[in-house]
């Protein structure tokens, strides 16, 4: 008799697949054409994010990707500079779609280990008026920091980041595609991680595992610029209600159940921190995001990765001897004891077989 195993997916929060909930109020939308402003589900998510995040308006767009690029957009014209880190999602993973379409240039600052930027580096990297410089318009922050492990940004330090920002003229805008996340992890309402934000882009697709969205929220001068430049990028989408439905069973729902994912990304990595060959401050683990190094020598990131793979655990290399695990709803405290015997095993054993491609490595 052959068993077959559930596959337990660490590679993101991205894979996780709408609830029957989500499914039903799908099936029983109410929709119209959201580019004439007739979808009464878009609108409703609209309304209700915007209040979350105490903000005038919002808009709903088909990607994080596309949120955060309108808002660039909406911010700078061409020329103009974004201040960002340079381990930010909008810097290393959007194909650079703010200089490619939009002519901004990015001027990056080292990302800390926690996620934030240093504040004194953002100051003297605000440039003054001269013949020789671009404008710089835009500070961008990211909350969770993803490629920082999934940290959090207090709201102090985005109080003063938003404080330094308007005192030199610029705007702050949030990549917050895991607000959520931070909110459950600090405790606090959403809207206050963004109370000195201009704009922020917050993501319905990622552990909340609506099948499809993100909402950016803002000011109503913001929003008028927002919405043309969704429309011009592609995203104006019709009866997108649909899909909006789904989000607003995920804002019901799926929040405060993000608790669970933390607890169980600490499961792992406290299990990970255990095993010699592997890597990982425990302690830095505060929402459902984890990077990990293998130092076994002879083994890789890639192999590791290979070999827990062949064992039904998927969990992405992302650098040469670094994975990231990403805990999400799929996953139960009972999956991460698998995935630590999984590891261990390969550890153990080693491998030899082949490599997929295609990794995020910065
Ligand atoms: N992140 C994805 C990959 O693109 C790396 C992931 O698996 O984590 N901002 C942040 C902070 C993100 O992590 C992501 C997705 C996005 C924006 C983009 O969202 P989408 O995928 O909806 O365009």
Same mark, same amino acid.
């Given at each position: 008799m052959t068993t077959t195993h559930r596959v337990i997916?660490?590679?993101?929060?991205t894979v996780t697949k709408p609830t029957p909930a989500m499914r039903l109020a799908m099936a029983e939308a109410e929709v119209g054409d959201d580019v004439y402003g007739e979808d009464p589900t878009v609108l409703k998510l609209e309304q209700r994010v915007a209040a979350l995040m105490g903000m005038e308006a919002a808009v709903y767009v088909p990607s994080g990707t596309m949120g955060n690029l309108i808002a660039v957009l909406s911010h700078c014209g061409r020329g103009d500079e974004m201040i960002l880190g340079d381990r930010a999602h909008i810097f290393l993973y959007?194909?650079?779609?703010?200089?490619?379409?939009?002519?901004?240039?990015?001027?990056?600052?080292?990302n800390q280990l926690d996620g934030t930027l240093d504040l004194m580096q953002v100051e003297n990297a605000i440039r003054s008026e001269n013949v020789h410089y671009p404008v710089t318009r835009l500070l961008a922050l990211e909350n969770t920091h993803n490629r920082? !492990? #999934?940290?959090?940004?207090?709201?102090?330090?985005?109080? +003063? =980041?938003?404080?330094?920002?308007?005192?030199?003229?610029?705007?702050?805008?949030?990549?917050?595609?895991?607000?959520?996340?931070?909110?459950v992890a600090l405790g606090l309402p959403p809207g206050r991680l963004v109370a000195a934000a201009d704009?922020?882009?917050?993501?319905f697709s990622k552990g909340l595992g609506a099948p499809v969205g993100s909402v950016v929220a803002g000011?109503?001068?913001?929003?008028?610029?927002?919405?043309?430049?969704?429309?011009?990028? !592609? #995203?104006?989408?019709?009866?997108?209600?649909?899909?909006? +439905? =789904?989000?607003?069973v995920a804002l019901d729902q799926m929040v405060d159940r993000l608790a669970e994912d933390h607890a169980n990304a600490r499961l792992l990595a406290s299990g990970l921190a255990l095993?010699?060959?592997?890597?990982?401050?425990?302690?830095?683990?505060?929402?459902?995001i984890l990077y990990f190094d293998v130092v076994q020598p002879g083994l890789t990131g890639a192999a590791l990765s290979a070999g827990l793979a062949a064992r039904g655990v998927l969990i992405n290399p992302t650098a040469p001897q670094q994975l990231r695990a990403v805990t999400n709803y799929h996953i139960g405290a009972a999956d991460i004891e698998t995935v630590l015997g999984a590891v261990e095993d390969v550890l153990n054993t080693g491998y030899s077989g082949a490599l997929s491609t295609g990794h995020l490595y910065r």
């Amino acid at each position: 008799m052959t068993t077959t195993h559930r596959v337990i997916d660490l590679r993101s929060d991205t894979v996780t697949k709408p609830t029957p909930a989500m499914r039903l109020a799908m099936a029983e939308a109410e929709v119209g054409d959201d580019v004439y402003g007739e979808d009464p589900t878009v609108l409703k998510l609209e309304q209700r994010v915007a209040a979350l995040m105490g903000m005038e308006a919002a808009v709903y767009v088909p990607s994080g990707t596309m949120g955060n690029l309108i808002a660039v957009l909406s911010h700078c014209g061409r020329g103009d500079e974004m201040i960002l880190g340079d381990r930010a999602h909008i810097f290393l993973y959007e194909q650079g779609g703010s200089a490619a379409l939009g002519g901004v240039h990015p001027h990056t600052l080292p990302n800390q280990l926690d996620g934030t930027l240093d504040l004194m580096q953002v100051e003297n990297a605000i440039r003054s008026e001269n013949v020789h410089y671009p404008v710089t318009r835009l500070l961008a922050l990211e909350n969770t920091h993803n490629r920082c !492990g #999934g940290r959090t940004l207090t709201v102090e330090y985005v109080d +003063a =980041a938003g404080a330094l920002a308007h005192d030199n003229g610029l705007k702050l805008h949030i990549d917050g595609a895991r607000l959520w996340n931070a909110a459950v992890a600090l405790g606090l309402p959403p809207g206050r991680l963004v109370a000195a934000a201009d704009s922020v882009s917050v993501c319905f697709s990622k552990g909340l595992g609506a099948p499809v969205g993100s909402v950016v929220a803002g000011s109503h001068e913001f929003m008028r610029k927002a919405r043309r430049m969704r429309k011009q990028v !592609g #995203g104006g989408m019709r009866q997108a209600g649909i899909l909006a +439905a =789904a989000c607003l069973v995920a804002l019901d729902q799926m929040v405060d159940r993000l608790a669970e994912d933390h607890a169980n990304a600490r499961l792992l990595a406290s299990g990970l921190a255990l095993l010699p060959g592997i890597v990982i401050d425990p302690e830095a683990v505060e929402t459902n995001i984890l990077y990990f190094d293998v130092v076994q020598p002879g083994l890789t990131g890639a192999a590791l990765s290979a070999g827990l793979a062949a064992r039904g655990v998927l969990i992405n290399p992302t650098a040469p001897q670094q994975l990231r695990a990403v805990t999400n709803y799929h996953i139960g405290a009972a999956d991460i004891e698998t995935v630590l015997g999984a590891v261990e095993d390969v550890l153990n054993t080693g491998y030899s077989g082949a490599l997929s491609t295609g990794h995020l490595y910065r």
